[in-house]
């Protein structure tokens, strides 16, 4: 158990639909990362979330967003989906910046 | 901008044989630079990172990395291969080490086979 935990681990879901991935990070951890992994694109950077604020941005979709609580914890939420959106989302958190991640285990979004 | 190079999607060794996966680095700034596995259907667990200190790094599992500046390299070696060092290995660079606001770009991964 690495202490950051995402759920759901699995999602099935229809085009068009709209999903929301969850994310705790690890005990006194501020920054949490979101990636997605795809068999064509690699592991790419979506966003960063600080303490509750944007703080870097990727190659997230406008039809992405995510959002940082006051408890800590981070939702993606992805909108009207298609199936190049089927892949595994990973949500890390650190305590410094850049001086490495703590990753979950993953949610692995297939739409159908 | 930061990124990196893997060299070798698919390396397969034998077990007991020496492990060198390759990973170059290009960045403005000094790195911060680290190497992480993932095992089947499981999240990226860090091996081993450089922060600046000791140019040889040691991490997990008996891996380690060796930081070259005058190359751009951070190689990552282990003297033994076992069958369980079998997974996807990716190697990562930031430069924002100081910041709040920082993101780690991976490199394209490469896989690691070990024949008995």
């Known amino acids: 158990d690495s202490g950051v935990t995402q759920t759901p681990k699995h999602l099935i879901t229809a085009t068009g639909q709209r999903v929301t991935l969850r994310c705790s990070p690890r005990?006194?951890?501020?920054?949490v990362y979101w990636y997605q992994q795809s068999l064509d694109q690699g592991l790419q950077f979506l966003i960063q979330y600080y303490n509750g604020e944007e703080r870097a941005k990727g190659n997230i979709l406008e039809r992405f967003s995510a959002q940082q609580f006051p408890d800590l914890h981070s939702e993606l939420n992805l909108s009207s989906l298609e199936l190049g959106d089927s892949a595994l989302y990973f949500c890390?958190?650190?305590?410094?910046?850049?001086?490495?991640?703590?990753f979950g285990s993953g949610t692995r979004l297939t739409v159908v | 901008a930061q990124s990196v190079t893997q060299l070798g999607s698919h390396v397969s060794v034998s077990e007991g044989a020496l492990v060198l996966l390759r990973c170059n680095y290009s960045?403005?700034?000094?790195?911060?630079l680290f190497w992480y596995v993932q095992y089947p259907n499981q999240g990226l667990q860090l091996l081993l990172k450089y922060t600046s200190a000791a140019t040889l790094v040691k991490g997990i599992n008996g891996f380690e990395a060796e930081f070259k500046k005058s190359e751009t390299s951070f190689h990552l070696t282990k003297p033994s291969a076992h069958m369980s060092d079998a997974a996807e290995y990716f190697c990562?660079?930031?430069?924002?080490?100081?910041?709040?606001?920082?993101?780690?770009?991976f490199g394209s991964g490469t896989r690691l086979s070990i024949r008995p």
């Open positions: 960045s403005s700034v000094p790195p911060y």
């Open positions: 890390a958190s650190s305590a410094t910046g850049g001086r490495g991640y703590t």
């Open positions: 005990s006194g951890d501020l920054s």
């Open positions: 990562a660079v930031s430069d924002e080490g100081y910041s709040s606001a920082s993101k780690i770009i």
